[in-house]
């Protein structure tokens, strides 16, 4: 990923010296390090940093620092940053984090989450991590990934969070299970022994005892307050009638010090604290820059203000960046504010310096603050490029939403980017508006090759570009709505714009119209045309790209019947894969996926587990977007095939929830998955119930795209028949599944082709028409034999059987006939030997199967995790199924079913 | 008076210490009251409920002690 990473967010402040030892405060720390969080919370000014880096150096552990600012409210930047900080102290983790974040659409927070906590698992030291001004933080969603961190936090990592603002998590349950040890600010302020230790012993100032207790109490503790203090009385003679006038004030305390401090620097240092009070991080250059004073230099400017403790702070061991104590920045602030400097062009001598030494971030940041829109926009509009690729679509969109909106609609391409964002965060109609805004622009302009005078263009070369951008981005988003003709009209004119060399150009409406033809059904087409582009992003190198199309080629040969074709285009992709080498490129998690599915298909249940177990192991961070989602359709699927509807069923609610629309086809919607697997278990009110909400008839017009769904329906339909015997039912499904073969006969979708024969035999056996049935039973096995095909006979249990058998004694495809019929035995002696091995169970309600073997996992002490990853199922299907076993024994935790289920026999006693 | 809480309203807003007039400024416009013990009075029209946590805000980041806020009924 390519976000810049700032070194001096990392920065752990090393201890200072000459500062006030607090060894109750640092005890409190040492034992609270036991605990899981350490909460430091109080007002500005405390101490909180100082406390920290003091305890740190002091204690044996390694520690990692972030000190956040507003921009991580971005949870993908502020993951980034939590990640680069713990680099600081283990160099190789968080790779897996990085590639999830660097993916278009980085999945769901939590398996982000879950990936880092793996990874972090491997450091194997204690270790702090410090988050230090978390207060600027103000996102629900950073918020709720702190508190999934902490739930699941490492046994050797503690987490300390410095803040201003007790921060949104589960203080409270934390508080109560023993978890958080927390400072505040009654614990931080500066005892009156402290006090004296401070001002005479560090700031070598010779005060009476009653000095000191009345500054102590003006400044109630607060060590700022005592600090400037301090610093104004340190050039003066008559320190006694300072105090009288300070503790004689009512004056807010910093106001009154931060005026006697300014009001003791020469003018020269004035000018400067309250000109550069306006930079977040200051370095010499920078300040030279915004102070524009050839008489000054910033570098001894800052040198100066460090070595008279003017609440500086430096970044970085060079003494090259320093930030000003957020409080004395702020009361700065302030005061410029009150003076006759002009702060707009302060910031906007600030956006430039950052601009010319390639910062963007805090060049727009200023442009922004200065509301210099006009350069703002400039900026923005050179910056998508680097954003997009780096994935901060939240953090880009915030720049663009701050811009007045005809500045933005004036300049094409900032409106192109800006749809493109829009698009990337879901927001399709917002999008289009915007498209509409960029192409306004070239049906104004009849010489497409320069910006023409009204219009605001910065990046000439891409605006030449605009017109294919323009059309790329119609054809994703009419793909996206399903407008397939709108796909195919706009990715064509985006590919006749481009030339024929032009590889990378033409990939992406390359792939689109490829999606496209898929969604109508043309396979042959579609295959060719996203083959080809996904070749024009192998021949520009882009190869994660050209990878990432690779199950969308699969999943056609699968539906033209080509099993053997779609094994070899995933072995493909896999070798080029391992040209690459280590580690292995986003999306080849998918590749294992797609394999193990298709030798699930051939009846090889081992090798297929080996590939999904590969594609685990791959991490995370192998993977791309839709990764949750189909791997939970693939385990759904794995799951049916071994018999497990319940889990089956589980796996699918789960990708459901996680199904997001995408440019390619649903071919296969989940809901219809769902539906098979209640035929499956005999749920026809829900089966029924399906088929009503989706408005399926047998009467309807076939496409391809709805294919699947029909198929379902003839299942739905013959289960009908079975359950209720009416005729009606099954010459419905009868007449559907003619006219269904018909079609996907047409459209050389082999693979459908055998699943509908099949359906017609069963509908045939079901009106005991052995005969009739064996026609297109004997259709589907010719066609089925060379590629493999095992489970779309095996899947239809003891009907097929008894078909086969007859089938056999009429020696239809002997050899393919004895393999599938064997298979149908095991599977049949497998599931009663599933049946009869339970023990006895002195329940109420039994315990089933699967609750048994989770049970069994949860005996051996396996953490709920694990046993997902064992069982290949979702993390909250086993949670459900830890409820179930609890309910049933009564009881209420792990630890407790286990010893109640020994106890009654269900598991054996331990020795 | 509406008592929509998404509507502009008077708010009152008391912290310890004197602040000095410069200071109407920065908390957009409030006019400032200093109090004989040493508190001072922040008054005048809040936006919306956003508008005051940001003044809020801007109170706890200059580490100023809040006594309280309420809402006032405008004169």
């Given at each position: ?40 919370c109080a007002p500005a000014g405390f101490g909180k ?86 207060h ?27 803040t201003r603002e ?18 505040r600010a009654a614990?931080l302020r ?27 109490t003006r400044t109630e503790g607060w060590i700022a307050g005592l600090q400037l203090a ?16 300070f503790?004689?004030s009512h004056h807010f305390v910093l106001d009154y010090l931060v005026e006697e ?50 609440f ?13 104590h957020h409080l004395f920045a702020e009361l700065l602030r302030q005061r410029?504010h009150q ?573 | ?10 708010y009152q807003i008391r912290v310890k210490g004197h602040l000095g007039p410069q200071w109407t400024d920065w908390f957009g416009?409030l006019a400032i009251t200093l109090e004989?013990n040493g508190e001072t009075l922040l008054t005048g029209?809040v ?5 005051l946590h940001g003044l809020l805000r801007q109170v706890r980041d200059l580490g100023m002690p809040l006594i309280s806020a309420v ?5």
């Open positions: 990923m390519s976000t810049p990473i700032l070194a001096t967010k990392l920065y752990l402040p090393p201890p200072r010296p000459g500062v006030v030892l607090r060894s109750r405060l640092i005890e409190r720390l040492s034992q609270g390090s036991h605990r899981r969080l350490t909460l430091i940093t100082t406390l920290i880096s003091e305890w740190l150096a002091g204690c044996d552990r390694p520690a990692a620092w972030l000190s956040l600012d507003e921009g991580d409210s971005d949870p993908t930047r502020f993951l980034a940053y939590l990640v680069a900080s713990l680099r600081t102290i283990a160099a190789d983790i968080g790779e897996g984090v990085l590639s999830m974040l660097g993916s278009p659409h980085p999945p769901p927070t939590e398996s982000v989450l879950t990936t880092l906590l793996n990874e972090i698992n491997t450091i194997p030291d204690n270790f702090v991590l410090v988050l230090d001004d978390y600027v933080v103000d996102a629900r969603l950073v918020d709720d990934a702190l508190a999934f961190l902490l739930d699941h936090l490492p046994p050797r990592m503690h987490l300390i969070i410095a007790d921060p949104n998590l589960p203080l409270s349950r934390l508080r109560v299970r023993g978890q958080l040890s927390e400072l614990d500066f005892t009156p022994s402290e006090a004296g230790e401070f001002l005479e012993g560090v700031m070598g100032l010779n005060l009476s005892a009653e000095d000191i207790a009345a500054l102590e301090a610093i104004s009385m340190q050039g003066r003679k008559d320190a006694t009638s300072f105090i009288e006038s503790t004689g401090v300014l009001g003791q620097q020469s003018e020269s240092i004035q000018t400067f604290l309250l000109s550069t009070s306006v930079l977040d991080r200051l370095c010499g250059p920078l300040c030279d820059a915004v102070l524009l004073d050839p008489s000054a230099s910033g570098q001894e400017m800052l040198e100066y203000i460090e070595h008279s403790n003017l500086i702070v430096p970044l970085d061991d060079e003494r090259r960046w320093y930030r000003y410029l003076s006759a400097t002009s702060v707009v062009e302060l910031h906007v001598r600030a956006s430039q310096w950052y601009e010319d030494n390639g910062l963007d971030m805090e060049a727009i940041h200023h442009a922004l603050v200065a509301e210099d829109f006009e350069r703002a926009a400039s900026l923005i509009e050179l910056s998508w490029r680097a954003m997009d690729r780096s994935l901060q679509f939240a953090m880009w969109l915030g720049w663009v939403k701050a811009l007045p909106d005809e500045l933005v609609r004036a300049r094409p391409m900032l409106s192109v980017a800006y749809a493109w964002a829009l698009m990337d965060v879901g927001e399709l109609e917002a999008g289009e508006s915007r498209l509409r805004d960029a192409e306004r622009w070239l049906e104004t302009t009849a010489d497409t090759s320069v910006p023409s005078a009204e219009m605001v263009v910065v990046d000439e070369e891409e605006f030449r570009s605009l017109p294919v951008t323009i059309a790329s981005a119609h054809a994703y988003l009419a793909q996206v709505l399903g407008d397939v003709s709108g796909t195919v009209r706009h990715a064509r004119r985006a590919l006749d714009l481009l030339p024929e060399d032009d590889h990378l150009g033409r990939a992406i409406p390359g792939a689109l119209l490829g999606l496209a033809y898929w969604e109508s059904g043309d396979l042959e087409a579609a295959h060719r045309t996203l083959a080809d582009a996904l070749m024009g992003f192998q021949m520009t190198g882009n190869i994660v790209a050209a990878i990432s199309g690779t199950y969308g080629l699969a999943d056609m040969r699968v539906d033209q019947g080509r099993l053997q074709e779609a094994i070899r285009t995933y072995e493909r992709s896999l070798r080029l894969v391992m040209e690459q080498g280590e580690p292995a490129l986003q999306g080849t998690a998918h590749l294992y996926l797609g394999l193990s599915g298709l030798r699930l298909e051939q009846g090889d249940l081992e090798a297929a587990k080996q590939h999904m177990l590969k594609s685990e192991e791959l991490g995370e961070h192998a993977t791309s977007p839709d990764w949750p989602y189909r791997s939970c359709v693939a385990k759904a699927r794995m799951a049916e095939a071994q018999g497990e509807l319940d889990d089956a069923l589980d796996l699918l609610d789960e990708a459901e929830r996680l199904y997001r629309r995408s440019p390619v086809p649903d071919v296969r919607p989940v809901a219809a998955l769902k539906t098979r697997v209640w035929v499956g278990q005999g749920r026809l009110t829900e089966a029924l119930g399906w088929a009503c909400e989706r408005g399926l008839s047998v009467a309807d017009d076939l496409s391809y795209l709805r294919e699947f769904e029909h198929i379902v329906l003839a299942r739905v339909l013959m289960a009908e028949y079975r359950s209720e015997g009416a005729d009606r039912s099954i010459l419905e499904a009868m007449g559907l599944l003619a006219r269904l073969l018909q079609a996907a006969e047409a459209g050389g979708r082999m693979g459908r082709v055998i699943e509908i024969l099949v359906l017609q035999a069963l509908a045939h056996h079901m009106q005991g028409d052995i005969s009739a049935a064996l026609q297109p039973l004997q259709r589907s096995l010719t066609l089925a034999e060379p590629e493999g095909y095992v489970r779309i006979f095996v899947d239809e249990g003891t009907p097929m059987a008894r078909l086969l058998s007859e089938a056999a004694t009429h020696g239809i495809t002997p050899d393919y006939t004895g393999r599938l019929l064997a298979a149908l035995e095991a599977e049949a002696h497998e599931s009663e030997h599933k049946s009869y091995s339970p023990p006895d169970q002195p329940l109420a309600e039994p315990l089933s199967q699967r609750e048994l073997e989770v049970l069994r996992l949860i005996a051996q002490g396996l953490s709920n995790r694990e046993i997902s990853e064992r069982l290949f199922l979702a993390l909250d299907t086993i949670k459900g199924h830890n409820r179930r076993i609890f309910g049933k024994l009564s009881v209420q935790r792990r630890s407790e079913a286990v010893v109640k289920a020994r106890s009654l026999g269900i598991l054996p006693h331990q020795n | 008076m509406s008592s929509r809480l998404d509507q502009p309203m008077v416009g004989d029209p936006v919306d409920q956003a508008a809402r006032v009924k405008p004169p």
